[in-house]
């Protein structure tokens, strides 16, 4: 069993910068495809990013390209995403999910995943 939890959400304000955890317990993370999911208030989940084992192969939103970065330490069991030029619609619960996969896949959609963590929460003010 695969345990993951998330930190490093907090208010904000438009244009800041904020850094995502997510710590990984249980398995060793290279041997976990990763990515990360939110939840704005009153909508569904949707994608923003995804990391093979490895670290090799990353994909980002299309919406959120430009800003955010998907990254590993697998030394440290550990998964970011580093999220600049926070805009107010970026505001919503943020989740890692994590599933067991080859070297190089990645997975964009949240029925892939096998784990996820509790969320954390990000607010970005106007």
């Known amino acids: 069993q695969v345990q993951l939890v998330e930190s490093g959400g907090r208010l904000v304000q438009a244009g800041d910068s904020l850094r995502l955890s997510c710590a990984a317990s249980?398995?060793?993370?290279?041997?976990?495809?990763m990515g990360w999911f939110r939840q704005p208030p009153g909508k569904e989940r949707e994608f923003v990013a995804a990391?093979?084992?490895?670290?090799?192969?990353?994909y980002v939103s299309e919406s959120v390209k430009d800003r955010f970065t998907i990254s590993r330490d697998n030394a440290k069991n550990t998964l970011y995403l580093q999220m600049n030029s926070l805009k107010p619609e970026d505001t919503a619960d943020y989740y890692c999910?994590?599933?067991?996969?080859?070297?190089?896949?990645?997975?964009?959609?949240?029925?892939?995943?096998?784990?996820w963590g509790q969320g954390t929460q990000v607010t970005v003010s106007s």
């Open positions: 999910a994590a599933v067991s996969a080859s070297a190089l896949q990645l997975f964009t959609a949240g029925s892939q995943y096998a784990y």
């Open positions: 249980g398995r060793t993370l290279s041997s976990l495809a």
């Open positions: 990391i093979s084992r490895i670290g090799t192969t990353g």
